[in-house]
């Protein structure tokens, strides 16, 4: 796909999995596709499309220290400087260096997208041709980061069951929701936090799976 950098994706992705960055060239952001073959990682299934693409939006200014830091962690990694006080990234094990130079930002938003953060913006799904469904995630991210209007809606919509917008899920903000929930009585707080827990602990456990997997060497 032209301009766009592969990720952590498998040699084979349209069989097991897939990710790639564009960064747009309105902002600083950073469009993600993130493929997946879902018979081969839940099996078959007739309710379960086989292939799914999910189109995620990040900006790496906008997230905190201590997500970066936790979406490094989960994979292994820790941001330092070097002797030249540029920054690389480091395996925490053997110590390492995986990621410095212009090769740093696409590790970054790996790890990141991996650990769970960046706003989802759509998803798209399909039993036949992998090629095709992930063309159509490529088409909807590449007007996304030329429609601002489109953008703006997709970035505001809710998407999950304790109201968070997914601007507000792409950087890990859970906060803003519960406080509007309670706020404006929208809803239930302690069904909110029930769906909260257990947004963390799925999570949790695709990140456990992801652990199980080699993250690309920049």
Not at 131 to 157: G, I, P
Request: proline letters at 1%; one cysteine or more; a negative charge.
């Amino acid at each position: 796909m032209k301009n766009w950098i592969t990720l952590c994706s498998d040699a084979n992705w349209a069989d097991y999995h897939g990710m790639w960055m564009k960064r747009s060239s309105s902002d600083d952001s950073v469009y993600v596709l993130q493929f997946t073959n879902m018979w081969d990682a839940c099996g078959e299934s007739e309710d379960l499309s086989q292939y799914t693409c999910e189109v995620k939006r990040i900006d790496l200014s906008e997230l905190s220290d201590e997500a970066i830091d936790s979406a490094l962690k989960s994979c292994g990694y820790s941001l330092t400087c070097n002797k030249d006080n540029q920054g690389e990234i480091v395996n925490d094990d053997s110590g390492d260096v995986v990621a410095t130079g212009k090769s740093l930002e696409a590790c970054l938003v790996e790890c990141c997208i991996q650990y769970g953060l960046g706003a989802p913006l759509a998803s798209f799904d399909g039993n036949k041709l992998p090629a095709n469904v992930r063309a159509n995630a490529r088409r909807f991210a590449e007007s996304c980061m030329k429609d601002s209007k489109l953008l703006e809606e997709k970035l505001n919509r809710t998407v999950n069951a304790i109201g968070s917008t997914a601007q507000e899920y792409g950087v890990g903000d859970i906060d803003s929701a519960l406080f509007s929930a309670q706020e404006y009585g929208v809803g239930d707080i302690d069904s909110a936090l029930f769906f909260f827990h257990w947004e963390k602990l799925v999570r949790a456990i695709k990140t456990s799976i992801e652990e199980t997997k080699n993250v690309t060497s920049y």
